[in-house]
């Protein structure tokens, strides 16, 4: 029985870890300072207490005060808020598609594997529903405006890279408390079998490789969207280290920290 829940469990959780949840960390993004973003104001609170903002019409103010900019500072500023406002976006609609096919392939794979009566395809079910919920709440106000503020995250990763821990400690609390239906539905499973394990071994792998393949489409959109989401945050990451050189008072911006070894693709 345990060969066959892990394959089970093996399927679902590879489709869900490696695309689903959908941080790109091969970018090795992390967030050095505090970033709030609502109705097109985007607020960078720096590491010396100074406090950067740009609004909407691409206008910088520190503390407050308004900086004149030249012609290549202005660049700068515009390329920075873009690509920030351009990656918020990308990043709510990359978590919110992951956890759909996170969705499709955890309520499947249980759902072959226990059946459509055991109860447990709806409790997962539930718990997609209440995460969906939760990443509405936290991004979003009551009219559906972004609204990002970087002191609630728990992680220091571009987001909240806590999402994917919280994700998966949920998946492993609710198997656990349900396991002795999962193994009441197995051995239920077997007896239909007339206990040939290798039958039911191979009836289950031949439904992982199908659900694979049938939600391979979406994993792959997702990983492109992934690297897309990658190359906006370098181009933020290299307008910032230019407005940092050449505007006054910025030395101490450094929100987006950036793995030395990525290269920013123009």
């Not at 999962?182 to 439904?207: N, Y």
């Not at 939600?215 to 989401?229: I, T, V």
């Not at 906006?232 to 940092?244: P, R």
Request: charged share 25%; with cysteine.
């Amino acid at each position: 029985m345990s060969n066959t829940f892990l394959l089970s469990v093996t399927v679902a959780t590879a489709l869900v870890s490696g695309q689903a949840m959908a941080h790109d960390n091969s970018c090795d993004i992390e967030l050095d300072g505090q970033i709030k973003y609502y109705q097109g104001n985007l607020t960078v609170d720096m590491e010396n207490g100074s406090t950067l903002t740009i609004n909407p019409n691409r206008d910088l103010s520190i503390n407050g005060e308004s900086v004149a900019l030249n012609k290549e500072q202005q660049v700068y500023v515009n390329d920075y808020y873009n690509s920030i406002d351009t990656a918020i976006p990308m990043t709510l609609t990359i978590a919110s598609e992951g956890l759909e096919v996170a969705s499709v392939a955890v309520t499947e794979v249980f759902g072959e594997l226990l059946g459509s009566d055991s109860g447990l395809d709806s409790d997962f079910q539930a718990l997609f529903d209440s995460l969906d919920q939760k990443l509405a709440r936290s991004f979003y106000d009551d009219a559906g405006n972004i609204r990002i503020d970087s002191t609630q995250f728990d992680e220091p990763g571009w987001f909240d890279e806590s999402w994917e821990a919280e994700f998966e400690a949920q998946i492993e609390s609710l198997i656990s408390e349900s396991m002795g239906r999962i193994l009441i539905a197995l051995g239920t499973q077997m007896l239909w079998e007339g206990g040939d394990m290798s039958e039911f071994e191979q009836k289950m792998e031949r439904f992982g490789e199908d659900l694979e393949y049938r939600l391979e489409a979406k994993a792959a959109s997702l990983e492109e969207k992934g690297e897309a989401l990658c190359d906006v945050l370098k181009k933020a990451d290299y307008a910032e280290s230019k407005m940092q050189a050449s505007i006054a008072g910025l030395d101490e911006l450094n929100l987006i920290d950036l793995d030395s070894h990525s290269e920013m693709r123009m």
